[in-house]
T-cell receptor
Framework: DAKTTQPPSMDCAEGRAANLPCNHSTISGNEYVYWYRQIHSQGPQYIIH???NNETNEMASLIITEDRKSSTLILPHATLRDTAVYYCIVARPDQTGANNLFFGTGTRLTVIP | DGGITQSPKYLFRKEGQNVTLSCEQNLNHDAMYWYRQDPGQGLRLIYYSQIVNDFQKGDIAEGYSVSREKKESFPLTVTSAQKNPTAFYLC???????????FGPGTRLTVL
């Protein structure tokens, strides 16, 4: 299974862009990159996902390098409500094709006023 | 409103008792999942189900059991065989493979 590596913690000033990196150097061709976040004691919230092209939605942008070995989640204007643990996950299809997400320890983002 | 519900939010049980955690979704999703989260840790997959009447073990299935008799329901039973049952349990569902998973609010189980 492809594993991901993320910094354990990051700080970002309120109103600035938060850039969260993720390394997934062993990702295989049919694996997607997903980002979730989890605010304390709540269920994870889906943010965005992609295969090889950059993606953007109302929450964030996802930049995937051309070799797909790393990606960056960008929150363009961080607010205090964006303080959470952010998980970078590589989707692994098993023999039946189920989408099993393997959550690591993530990056704890703290947005500072 | 569409979504995933888990009940109860907090659950206390005595050691040696089986306990069943509820998970219901009205999103018409085919796939459902159960995860466990321990303090400061990421999520680990317990069981998942791609379709009604079918389910598969995840990474840490020992001491747990599930059923999928209805599309909208995927209850998890924590049996007395589970050595460290105290944890935060999260249920999720997705439309199908490679679709994003939507999570419920979680159940915090404490075994005394």
């Amino acid at each position: 299974d492809a594993k991901t590596t993320q910094p354990p913690s990051m700080d970002c000033a309120e109103g600035r862009a938060a850039n969260l990196p993720c390394n997934h150097s062993t990702i295989s061709g049919n694996e997607y990159v997903y980002w979730y976040r989890q605010i304390h004691s709540q269920g994870p919230q889906y943010i965005i996902h992609g295969l090889k092209n950059n993606e953007t939605n109302e929450m964030a942008s996802l930049i995937i390098t051309e070799d797909r070995k790393s990606s960056t989640l960008i929150l363009p204007h961080a607010t205090l409500r964006d303080t959470a643990v952010y998980y970078c996950i590589v989707a692994r299809p098993d023999q039946t094709g189920a989408n099993n997400l393997f959550f690591g320890t993530g990056t704890r983002l703290t947005v500072i006023p | 409103d569409g979504g995933i519900t888990q009940s109860p939010k907090y659950l206390f049980r005595k050691e040696g008792q089986n306990v069943t955690l509820s998970c219901e979704q009205n999103l018409n999703h085919d796939a459902m999942y159960w995860y466990r989260q321990d303090p400061g840790q990421g999520l680990r997959l317990i069981y998942y189900s791609q379709i009604v009447n079918d389910f598969q073990k995840g990474d840490i299935a020992e001491g747990y059991s599930v059923s999928r008799e209805k599309k909208e329901s995927f209850p998890l039973t924590v049996t007395s065989a589970q050595k460290n049952p105290t944890a935060f349990y999260l249920c999720a569902s997705s439309e199908g493979p490679y679709n994003e998973q939507f999570f419920g609010p979680g159940t915090r189980l404490t075994v005394l």
